[in-house]
């Protein structure tokens, strides 16, 4: 189906040090691409400047064949990019379905003065806002949780609340950083299922992991980074025997049994 | 507290409201009433970019007086109708609330307060000095009330009697809790908070800060300028003192002490501190002090105010109620 | 041209002021990343606690100096252990408000205990002297000469002692400063003190020019606060060089355009500052 998100020649410079160093590659529609390396790689920096987070010294990102380089993060929101914090990122004095209520204001079209004297538009779009994020709520799994506050919820719950917030945008291409952070073996379990089944839903996934069990499991392609730079790119077990890969890890936990 | 109780009583409390100018007549005590309500108006506004937006804006009294002064000139140099000039000046001061948002909403937090504190200073400067305009520190006088309403069958409402300008701060103060009670409950509310809660987040989720940001700020501006216009219609008077960063302040502390971020805080904040240290006649500089050694206290230990503190007290029952039911 | 000198003279005079003033203010955000807004205040109770000691004790003019250095410093070490720990790890806004709330406090002590009479501060050096045809009073003079001392001083502290070093270990990096031992606690109340007294020796040096009064402390604030932000929030040689530019500012733009619009000089170049360049001429642009 070609590729989604293609990125060409991306340089982040932070003062002298280059986070990212002329990163190119591509995302194929409809996979689970992971993005893998060391601490400090560089991934995080990857989708910031993916997002408008940050600006890109030099390069270029497009989505499908239109350059979103530097839009700003709710442009590319709308234009169908959705991503996760490596450190959970929820709103968390709200409630669980008020989190995702609002998240998805970005595809209601209600202005202010709908909003003062309550059109239609605004009945509207409200009721759709609450229907998306029940759906939502559905879809992660986290329907008896609805009227709790974000904060009290246990962490896999948040876990799964923030990714249940980046696909209520109806994002094309799904960015997520460690979604399995902090989490143990049983949790990473349920969020590996909720992540094939956004695959399944058609939505491409770029996954940003430490766990190598998972990587191996879930992921169709994976891009090893180290230093900014691409080392090495390729299905799971080509990268699984890379040796470059091997050496900057250096016994990552990954074995080859 | 169930629907039932609150719709009760939030009636009740409208019956009292209604019928204090018939049981009280002492002008003291009245005027502390309609003073309270004009402050409220003014404390709601700013609980709109300040409790549900989350920006600390210290620019309050400037378009409390922007309003205040542009009615006052309107009606006086141009001869304008109060019910004409209301509005008018509530938009210049929402106007200028968008012209000022442009420039300062583009920083954060402290920076954000720091450069809205020094705009307030700018207004007050100009007030002051550009005396073709204002008057300067001579001030404005005989700023009329409003005009009388013309009724149907021939009669009209004048608002000569204190009971009268009471009832029509009472109307625009339960108009200003309608209109932010619609805003905040909208889509558009949702997103005041979401940008409090987590600006990155809430831009991540597609929300554009800077136009949720300006919005919020310049309705905000529009409702201080009517507390503005009900305030120099009332007093009759105006100088630059009104337009002074302490207005700001003032502002701040009924908004903190009430409850940032609910609908009734800042009117309990504002009622609390406006009628308490006058019926107790406490001198001006006690006042201060308590004020300031509350605030402190206040956020610290109870940094959502008295309502959100009862609010939280609240949802701690019901968190036990819940692992009780759970377990 | 005898203007211009003058004005010249009396910009450096002033920027001196500010910066000494701001210096105290950007030594404490560098540490707590939090404005001090109630800075003003305590530098206005340090020229009533000299002018105080001067008037009804007699005592010497340097003498007050340091009482009130030390006084204030202790004063500004017990609003950081009661006002500020408490709300380190609130949101930032919590601190702005609680100085705010202690500016209001401070003021109104103030006002109760010294009435708002503007007073003046009776000084030994108010005859002005002659210099190529400007005229300076001598007590003008030595607020730049000590300003300058301080802030040398400063610098040598904060490079050259093991104290100062731990300051900026604790401002660059806190976590790691408490992973060698450093108490956090400890060095927020030393740099609270330090700040704050560099404020009262500016306030001691700078009343006898000036009257003294309860709310004298609001503009230095506030100019305090355009220097740091036009220099760089939590950078000495901006706090220096902003203040410096400040002065210049008001002195030759009141000189030169209008008295009365002066003070608009710092706003709108605050104003400007923070639309384009909100981190100061020191500080690293975003994004």
Redesign the interface.
């Given at each position: 189906m070609g590729a989604i998100l293609t990125i060409q020649g991306l340089t982040r410079f932070f003062g002298g040090l280059a986070a990212v160093m002329d990163l190119s590659f591509q995302v194929q529609s409809g996979e689970i691409l992971s993005l893998i390396g060391p601490n400090g790689a560089g991934k995080t920096t990857v989708f910031n400047l993916i997002t408008g987070t940050l600006l890109p010294t030099q390069g270029k990102v497009l989505l499908k064949d239109h350059e979103i380089t530097g839009l700003r993060p709710y442009k590319t929101t709308a234009l169908g990019v959705a991503r996760t914090f490596q450190t959970t990122s929820l709103f968390y004095d709200e409630t669980v379905i008020d989190n995702l209520i609002v998240s998805y204001r970005c595809r209601t079209r209600m202005g202010f003065w709908d909003a003062l004297i309550h059109t239609s538009r605004s009945r509207k779009d409200e009721r759709r806002c609450r229907q998306k994020a029940e759906e939502t709520l559905e879809f992660i799994g986290l329907m008896e949780r609805a009227s709790e506050l974000a904060r009290n919820i246990p962490q896999e719950s948040q876990k799964r609340l923030a990714l249940g917030l980046a696909l209520v945008t109806e994002p094309k291409l799904l960015l997520l950083d460690e979604p399995m952070g902090g989490l143990a073996e049983e949790e990473n379990i349920g969020m590996m299922a909720i992540i094939q089944k956004v695959r399944a839903s058609g939505i491409t996934v770029l996954l940003i992991e430490h766990k190598m069990k998972i990587v191996m499991n879930i992921s169709d392609r994976i891009i090893v980074l180290n230093y900014g730079q691409k080392i090495a790119e390729g299905l799971p077990q080509e990268v699984g025997r890379n040796s470059a890969v091997i050496e900057a890890y250096l016994g990552a936990g990954y074995g080859e049994n | 507290m169930n629907q039932m109780v609150r719709k009760w009583l939030i009636l009740t409390i409208l019956a009292i409201a209604v019928i204090i100018p018939l049981v009280v007549t002492n002008k003291y005590y009245m005027n502390i009433l309609i003073m309270s309500g004009i402050w409220s108006i003014v404390a709601l506004s700013l609980n709109l970019i300040l409790g549900y937006t989350g920006q600390v804006n210290l620019a309050h009294g400037a378009f409390f007086g922007i309003g205040a002064y542009a009615s006052a000139l309107m009606m006086l140099k141009l001869n304008m109708n109060f019910w004409l000039v209301l509005p008018l000046a509530a938009a210049i001061a929402g106007f200028f609330g968008f012209l000022i948002g442009l420039p300062a909403l583009r920083t954060r937090g402290s920076y954000f307060a720091i450069g809205t504190l020094c705009f307030n200073i700018i207004v007050t400067l100009i007030v002051d000095r550009w005396e073709g305009l204002t008057e300067g520190a001579r001030g404005l006088m005989g700023i009329p009330g409003p005009s009388p309403i013309p009724l149907p069958w021939g009669a009209e409402i004048t608002f000569k009697t204190m009971a009268a300008q009471y009832y029509l701060v009472l109307c625009f103060l339960l108009l200003t809790i309608f209109v932010l009670r619609r805003i905040i409950q909208s889509l558009v509310g949702r997103t005041f908070r979401a940008i409090r809660g987590n600006e990155e987040l809430a831009e991540a989720v597609g929300i554009q800060p800077m136009r949720t940001k300006i919005l919020s700020f310049t309705v905000s501006c529009f409702f201080a300028g009517i507390g503005g216009v009900l305030y120099a219609s009332y007093i009759g008077f105006l100088s630059p003192e009104i337009t002074d960063y302490h207005v700001s302040f003032d502002s701040l502390i009924y908004v903190m002490i009430g409850g940032v971020g609910t609908i009734v805080g800042p009117i309990i904040g504002t009622l609390l501190i406006v009628t308490i240290p006058e019926t107790l006649h406490i001198a001006a500089e006690f006042r201060l002090l308590l004020y300031g050694l509350i605030l402190i206290v206040m956020i610290i230990y109870l940094p959502r105010g008295i309502v959100g503190w009862l609010k939280s007290l609240k949802e701690r029952k019901r968190k036990q109620e819940v692992s009780w039911e759970q377990s | 041209m005898v203007l211009f000198f003058q004005q010249l003279v009396n910009g450096i005079m002033l920027g001196a002021a500010y910066s000494l003033v701001a210096l105290g203010l950007t030594l404490i955000y560098g540490i707590l990343h939090?404005?001090n807004f109630a800075h003003g205040h305590k530098y206005m109770w340090a020229a009533f606690t000299s002018l105080f000691l001067v008037v009804n004790f007699h005592t010497n003019y340097w003498v007050s100096l340091v009482i009130a250095m030390v006084v204030l410093g202790f004063v500004g070490a017990g609003v950081e252990r009661l006002?500020y720990r408490?709300?380190r790890n609130?949101p930032?806004?919590?601190s702005?408000?609680?100085a705010?709330?202690?500016?209001?406090?401070?003021?109104?002590?103030s006002?109760?205990f010294w009435g708002a009479d503007f007073r003046r501060f009776p000084t030994l050096y108010d005859k002005p002297i002659h210099i190529f045809g400007v005229a300076i009073t001598l007590q003008r003079l030595l607020v730049i000469v000590a300003a300058a001392l301080f802030i040398i001083l400063l610098q040598v502290f904060i490079k050259r002692t093991w104290l100062g070093a731990t300051i900026e270990a604790v401002a660059q990096n806190p976590e790691g400063a408490q992973l060698v031992g450093i108490s956090i606690d400890r060095v927020s109340s030393l740099t609270f003190g330090i700040g704050t007294s560099l404020a009262a020796a500016a306030a001691t040096l700078i009343a006898p020019i000036f009257l003294v009064y309860p709310t004298m402390g609001a503009m230095p604030n506030?100019k305090a606060?355009?220097v740091i932000?036009i220099g760089g929030m939590g950078s000495i040689p901006g706090a220096v060089i902003g203040g410096l530019m400040l002065g210049l500012m008001e002195a030759l733009g009141g000189g030169y355009i209008s008295t009365?619009?002066k003070?608009?000089f710092a706003?709108?170049a605050?104003?400007t500052f923070?639309?384009f360049r909100?981190t100061g001429l020191f500080g690293k642009g975003v994004?």
């Open positions: - | - | 939090i404005p006002v408490p709300l609130a930032h806004v919590n702005f408000i609680a705010i709330g202690l500016l209001l406090f401070l003021e109104s002590l006002l109760i506030l606060f355009v932000i009365d619009y003070d608009l706003f709108g605050l104003v923070l639309t909100p994004r």
